[in-house]
């Protein structure tokens, strides 16, 4: 509970990140999946980093080398002396050949490993976002949603292609450089001990700062995109309205959001590059001091520690162990700017990391139905159901739906529908008018189980539907919603989006019955043609008919239609009405319209108005009441 209440907080903004270790552990455990191409990269990053330590490591013995051909001012040694020379610069050859190809090898399997890793988190990321409710979807713009995978995912990437390879790199390199540094002198590795603590230190306070501000920011972001999105998609709606001005005022807030806490960010993260330059300079210029002062013979610290007990004489340093110790002083100071360098894209990655794995960790939608939909050998469905004792008990698909006393409330606080009763049988058809708000829609989204009732009882065929699983309980309802979604792909795709295993005929047969196929007929590649954009080479009216055409393919036992014919015209309509009636006949039939000539044959109307039905019987039942039906229907009362 605990942690569902901490990913809640950070959907609501309130959560601060206080945990990015965990979230580094959970990133970094996604590499499971391509663990042999991780371990053959390691195996080249040690052999990189290693051999690049000890090619450095071989400056001593250069050095040294040089000391005594200046000491040998006979020359008697000099062929001897060369030889030696000749060889470790060979040896150092060998090496950074080495070093180089494992270089490349590293970045070539890390690159195919972080393609993996991506592919995993994206796939998990819209697997989960699949199996979240509704409701989740309804608070969220789609500018919002899609910032998951291009802000987030693609900062994750950034981090993966770049800083967790210079991590691996610079952290191999560090303890390499540590373990030489050591075995040159110990108390000059004091100086690098100092450099560390001061970075550890360092580094935990900018990134507690940095790290909630990239966090914000990535909200900020998606803010920022689900506005864009909204716009760009009402573009029609802002100019009809002249609201660009508008328009542009609320960007521009939303905008100047995200510039201050990205600044912020930014610059947080961006002074650690500076912080270690500066301080890899001073702590190379102190080592360099210490170390000569160390090695003018001993002279300096002989005088300084005349009455000390401890003989500091002995703690002499040659100038070849200096030389090769503030080489791989520098190389520490590098590698630690390195990874300063990627404080960026590490702390921006993590912040999206948290919101994508804050997602993933969103309950998703509960299903706790047992009651399965079953088709036995002679082709009849049938509800399977489990009896208290173990036993199988079937129940025959008929498509009979009731509401006992539904109370219902979106919030929590109001209600929207209260009391409802309604009785629906197949081959019935059941009509529901009222006002805007009135809760015609909801009724329907309860029967879909896309929200749960707060009291009351819906049955399907004697069965409460919160017994049955979701997937057999959607997959005997069709719907034709009042807002059209076609997808990318041919016209024939998007009517077999009602039914998958459809054939090209059964798919033509049901444009036929939505009367669809005539102008389907007429399009330049017919059934092939295209669709891009939601449909927006077709006008709306057509758009609707192919979603009837989708519904009737998918021949469902109960039909949904919730204003259906909305955006065709009253002539289209008159023509497919033959069509409907075949596609309705032996099925129960819901029918949301606000075009009152829609419902007059159905088998009985219901009247809502501030979610309770205040009306019902058929169209003379209701006209004879002379109730809001009827001024409704007379037009002394009109539908808002």
Same mark, same amino acid.
């Given at each position: 509970m605990a942690r569902q209440r901490d990913i809640e907080a950070n959907f609501k903004g309130k959560r601060k990140p206080e945990n990015f270790f965990r979230t580094i552990g959970r990133l970094l455990s996604y590499y499971k999946n391509c663990k042999w191409t991780l371990f053959f990269a390691v195996v080249f990053i040690i052999v990189y980093s290693v051999a690049s330590i000890v090619a450095a490591y071989q400056l001593k013995g250069l050095v040294a080398i040089l000391g005594e051909a200046l000491e040998d001012t006979a020359g008697i040694h000099m062929d001897e002396q060369t030889a030696r020379y000749m060889t470790i610069l060979l040896f150092m050859a060998v090496l950074y050949v080495a070093s180089a190809f494992a270089n490349f090898g590293l970045n070539r399997l890390m690159l195919q490993c972080t393609s993996v890793v991506m592919a995993k988190l994206r796939v998990d990321l819209f697997d989960h976002m699949q199996e979240l409710p509704v409701s989740f979807f309804d608070s969220k %713009?789609?500018?919002?949603?899609?910032?998951?995978?291009?802000?987030?995912?693609?900062?994750?990437?950034?981090?993966?292609?770049?800083?967790?390879?210079?991590?691996?790199?610079? *952290?191999?390199?560090? #303890?390499?450089?540590?373990?030489?540094?050591?075995?040159? *002198?110990?108390?000059?590795?004091?100086?690098?001990? #100092? $450099?560390?603590?001061?970075?550890?230190?360092?580094?935990?306070?900018?990134?507690?700062?940095?790290?909630?501000?990239?966090?914000?920011?990535?909200? !900020?972001?998606?803010?920022v995109n689900g506005y864009i999105e909204e716009m760009m998609e009402g573009q029609r709606v802002v100019k009809a309205f002249n609201h660009e001005e508008k328009s542009m005022a609320d960007f521009d807030v939303m905008n100047e959001e995200l510039r201050r806490v990205g600044t912020r960010a930014s610059t947080l993260a961006s002074i650690m590059g500076p912080i270690m330059n500066n301080l890899s300079h001073i702590f190379y210029a102190i080592t360099t001091t210490i170390g000569v002062l160390f090695g003018i013979n001993g002279e300096l610290i002989r005088k300084l520690s005349a009455n000390s007990?401890?003989?500091?004489?002995?703690?002499?340093?040659?100038?070849?162990?200096?030389?090769?110790f503030l080489t791989f002083i520098r190389q520490f100071s590098n590698r630690v700017s390195e990874i300063s360098q990627q404080?960026?894209?590490?702390?921006?990655?993590?912040?999206?990391?948290?919101? #994508?794995?804050?997602?993933?960790?969103?309950?998703?939608? #509960?299903?706790?139905? !047992?009651?399965? $939909?079953? %088709?036995?050998?002679?082709? %009849?469905?049938?509800?399977?159901?489990?009896?208290?004792?173990? *036993?199988?008990?079937?129940?025959?698909?008929?498509?009979r739906i009731e509401l006992h006393d539904v109370d219902f409330s979106y919030d929590g606080e109001r209600l929207v529908l209260e009391d409802v009763n309604v009785y629906a049988k197949k081959g019935q058809k059941i009509a529901f008018v009222g006002s805007t708000g009135a809760g015609k829609t909801t009724i329907i989204n309860l029967i879909n189980r896309f929200y749960d009732i707060v009291d009351g009882e819906i049955t399907y065929d004697g069965i409460d539907i919160r017994n049955i699983k979701k997937a057999d309980l959607r997959g005997t309802l069709g719907m034709v919603l009042q807002d059209t979604h076609l997808f990318t792909g041919t016209v024939m795709d998007n009517i077999r989006y009602g039914k998958l295993d459809a054939t090209d005929e059964d798919c033509i047969e049901a444009a036929k019955v939505a009367n669809a196929h005539y102008f389907i007929s007429h399009l330049p590649e017919g059934y092939n043609t295209m669709l891009y954009s939601d449909g927006a080479n077709l006008s709306q009216g057509q758009r609707q008919l192919i979603a009837i055409a989708r519904a009737a393919v998918a021949a469902p036992v109960v039909l949904i239609l919730d204003e259906a014919t909305s955006s065709i015209d009253t002539r289209t309509e008159k023509l497919i009405e033959s069509g409907m009636d075949k596609l309705m006949e032996g099925r129960t039939v819901f029918v949301i319209a606000h075009r009152l000539s829609t419902v007059r044959n159905s088998n009985a109307i219901m009247v809502l108005e501030h979610g309770r039905i205040i009306e019902r019987g058929d169209h003379d039942d209701l006209i004879r009441q002379q109730g809001k039906y009827y001024q409704l229907y007379t037009g002394a009362f009109e539908l808002s």
């Amino acid at each position: 509970m605990a942690r569902q209440r901490d990913i809640e907080a950070n959907f609501k903004g309130k959560r601060k990140p206080e945990n990015f270790f965990r979230t580094i552990g959970r990133l970094l455990s996604y590499y499971k999946n391509c663990k042999w191409t991780l371990f053959f990269a390691v195996v080249f990053i040690i052999v990189y980093s290693v051999a690049s330590i000890v090619a450095a490591y071989q400056l001593k013995g250069l050095v040294a080398i040089l000391g005594e051909a200046l000491e040998d001012t006979a020359g008697i040694h000099m062929d001897e002396q060369t030889a030696r020379y000749m060889t470790i610069l060979l040896f150092m050859a060998v090496l950074y050949v080495a070093s180089a190809f494992a270089n490349f090898g590293l970045n070539r399997l890390m690159l195919q490993c972080t393609s993996v890793v991506m592919a995993k988190l994206r796939v998990d990321l819209f697997d989960h976002m699949q199996e979240l409710p509704v409701s989740f979807f309804d608070s969220k %713009t789609h500018g919002e949603l899609m910032s998951y995978f291009t802000n987030d995912v693609d900062a994750i990437r950034e981090m993966l292609n770049q800083s967790v390879t210079q991590l691996l790199i610079s *952290s191999v390199s560090l #303890v390499s450089a540590i373990i030489a540094m050591i075995s040159l *002198s110990a108390p000059l590795f004091l100086i690098v001990v #100092v $450099l560390g603590t001061l970075v550890v230190v360092i580094t935990k306070a900018i990134a507690s700062r940095s790290g909630r501000n990239f966090v914000h920011q990535q909200k !900020a972001l998606a803010r920022v995109n689900g506005y864009i999105e909204e716009m760009m998609e009402g573009q029609r709606v802002v100019k009809a309205f002249n609201h660009e001005e508008k328009s542009m005022a609320d960007f521009d807030v939303m905008n100047e959001e995200l510039r201050r806490v990205g600044t912020r960010a930014s610059t947080l993260a961006s002074i650690m590059g500076p912080i270690m330059n500066n301080l890899s300079h001073i702590f190379y210029a102190i080592t360099t001091t210490i170390g000569v002062l160390f090695g003018i013979n001993g002279e300096l610290i002989r005088k300084l520690s005349a009455n000390s007990r401890f003989d500091w004489s002995k703690i002499g340093v040659e100038s070849a162990v200096l030389i090769t110790f503030l080489t791989f002083i520098r190389q520490f100071s590098n590698r630690v700017s390195e990874i300063s360098q990627q404080f960026n894209f590490i702390l921006l990655a993590l912040a999206g990391a948290e919101r #994508v794995f804050g997602l993933i960790d969103m309950a998703p939608e #509960v299903d706790e139905g !047992a009651v399965t $939909l079953e %088709t036995k050998e002679d082709g %009849t469905k049938v509800w399977r159901c489990i009896d208290k004792d173990g *036993s199988s008990i079937e129940v025959p698909l008929v498509g009979r739906i009731e509401l006992h006393d539904v109370d219902f409330s979106y919030d929590g606080e109001r209600l929207v529908l209260e009391d409802v009763n309604v009785y629906a049988k197949k081959g019935q058809k059941i009509a529901f008018v009222g006002s805007t708000g009135a809760g015609k829609t909801t009724i329907i989204n309860l029967i879909n189980r896309f929200y749960d009732i707060v009291d009351g009882e819906i049955t399907y065929d004697g069965i409460d539907i919160r017994n049955i699983k979701k997937a057999d309980l959607r997959g005997t309802l069709g719907m034709v919603l009042q807002d059209t979604h076609l997808f990318t792909g041919t016209v024939m795709d998007n009517i077999r989006y009602g039914k998958l295993d459809a054939t090209d005929e059964d798919c033509i047969e049901a444009a036929k019955v939505a009367n669809a196929h005539y102008f389907i007929s007429h399009l330049p590649e017919g059934y092939n043609t295209m669709l891009y954009s939601d449909g927006a080479n077709l006008s709306q009216g057509q758009r609707q008919l192919i979603a009837i055409a989708r519904a009737a393919v998918a021949a469902p036992v109960v039909l949904i239609l919730d204003e259906a014919t909305s955006s065709i015209d009253t002539r289209t309509e008159k023509l497919i009405e033959s069509g409907m009636d075949k596609l309705m006949e032996g099925r129960t039939v819901f029918v949301i319209a606000h075009r009152l000539s829609t419902v007059r044959n159905s088998n009985a109307i219901m009247v809502l108005e501030h979610g309770r039905i205040i009306e019902r019987g058929d169209h003379d039942d209701l006209i004879r009441q002379q109730g809001k039906y009827y001024q409704l229907y007379t037009g002394a009362f009109e539908l808002s």
